[in-house]
């Protein structure tokens, strides 16, 4: 097996990039949501037809309902709204649901129903992004209709996208269709990335200890402007609010940027001041030259660029860009040259959100 990016052609990392998984936190709902004013309707609960995950929050104007958005297949929502006990006849009121501005989403033929005061949909929804507002309109004999709060409905994703069919160095991803194909290919080689062995500074220090002030080594300031890391574009898409959303990285064999972790004080014999204690990758949230700290991003106090694995981070700590929904971030590969065989590892991004804004605040609408 050949790599472009290095000599050492049995020690690549090869990358498949670009996943797409979301995960959301609440299958249902059983209080209120901020039960105020006499014409409020309550989502009592929403469930699927195939256990999406499904978030419920309330929003200005109104429940707001997230779920992950699909590449294939239609599933359906089903949701049982609970009106106003303080409207005008409300059990003998006149009430409907309609689609709004809707995109994506429809309501299944004959599965809006009306039982006391309690009202209920399936809404079908088609594969990719799709949004909509729910709305719940009642007369109470007077002519005079009224609509009672929304129900806005979004679909929610992250995309990860990486350099899959290798052809960019250490330059962004196309973000192409080319690469897209490749991405979730099992069989495909996917990015290969050298592994940081060199010395780019000339300090004696190796690239894998070098750039991220490498407590007890006064020359770990800078790896030298030679060294690079690979980037990777993540982006939140549909209803993720960036304010909100929270990011957790997850990839097997992580290598620490530490004594300790992923090093180790070189020895009598070791060629270094600095050794691989295990290999593996590292994610991180600059590029090579301008790191930092190799602490935990996820940390609150005194936190640094290194991306751990299973780490929990608020989405707006990572590099976004000016729309604050892309984020670049930048891999390495930790390991020996005399690795007889190239390994090959994924990266899985999950997202979660609890939260969106009421008028200039926030709120979590008692989940």
Same mark, same amino acid.
């Given at each position: ?79 049982l709204v609970r ?64 609509v009672h709060r ?134 991180? &949230?600059?590029? @090579? !030259? =301008? #790191? ?7 940390? +609150?106090?005194?936190?640094g660029d290194f991306? *751990? ?9 990572? &590099?976004?860009? @000016? !729309? =604050? #929904? ?7 590969? +930790? ?6 065989? *190239? ?25």
């Amino acid at each position: 097996m050949t790599t472009k990016l290095s000599n050492f052609r049995s020690c690549v990392w090869l990358i498949q990039a670009v996943l797409l998984a979301t995960t959301l936190i609440v299958s249902s709902i059983n209080t209120p949501l901020n039960p105020t004013g006499e014409n409020f309707s309550q989502v009592l609960s929403v469930t699927t037809d195939n256990d999406e995950a499904i978030v419920i929050m309330d929003g200005p104007e109104g429940p707001v309902i997230l779920y992950p958005a699909r590449e294939v297949g239609t599933f359906k929502v089903n949701v049982l709204v609970r009106l106003a006990e303080g409207m005008k006849d409300v059990d003998k009121a006149k009430v409907s649901g309609a689609l709004k501005s809707s995109s994506g989403l429809t309501i299944e033929a004959g599965s809006l129903k009306k039982e006391g005061n309690l009202l209920s949909a399936v809404l079908v929804v088609s594969p990719g992004e799709s949004q909509g507002r729910f709305a719940v309109t009642y007369d109470g004999g007077d002519n005079a209709s009224q609509v009672h709060r929304n129900v806005r409905i979004q679909s929610v994703s992250v995309d990860l996208d990486g350099d899959s069919d290798d052809n960019n160095g250490f330059g962004l991803p196309d973000r192409s269709a080319a690469e897209d194909a490749i991405e979730g290919d099992q069989a495909a080689d996917g990015k290969l990335v050298t592994p940081s062995q060199g010395d780019a500074d000339g300090d004696g220090l190796p690239d894998y200890a070098d750039g991220f002030r490498l407590a007890g080594f006064s020359n770990a300031n800078s790896a030298g402007a030679g060294f690079q890391l690979v980037p990777l574009v993540v982006e939140l898409k549909g209803g993720f609010d960036p304010e909100f959303a929270k990011v957790t990285f997850e990839y097997a064999s992580m290598s620490e940027p530490w004594i300790g972790g992923g090093l180790r004080n070189g020895g009598a014999g070791d060629p270094h001041p600095v050794m691989v204690s295990k290999r593996g990758i590292r994610l991180w &949230n600059q590029p @090579a !030259n =301008q #790191r930092t700290s190799g602490a935990s991003l996820a940390l +609150v106090l005194g936190s640094g660029d290194f991306i *751990p694995a299973g780490a929990e981070i608020d989405w707006l700590k990572l &590099n976004v860009g @000016a !729309n =604050q #929904r892309e984020a670049t971030i930048y891999v390495e590969y +930790v390991g020996e040259p005399a690795n007889a065989d *190239p390994e090959k590892y994924g990266i899985k991004v999950k997202v979660r959100q609890n939260k969106v804004k009421l008028g200039g605040s926030s709120g979590s609408g008692g989940i």
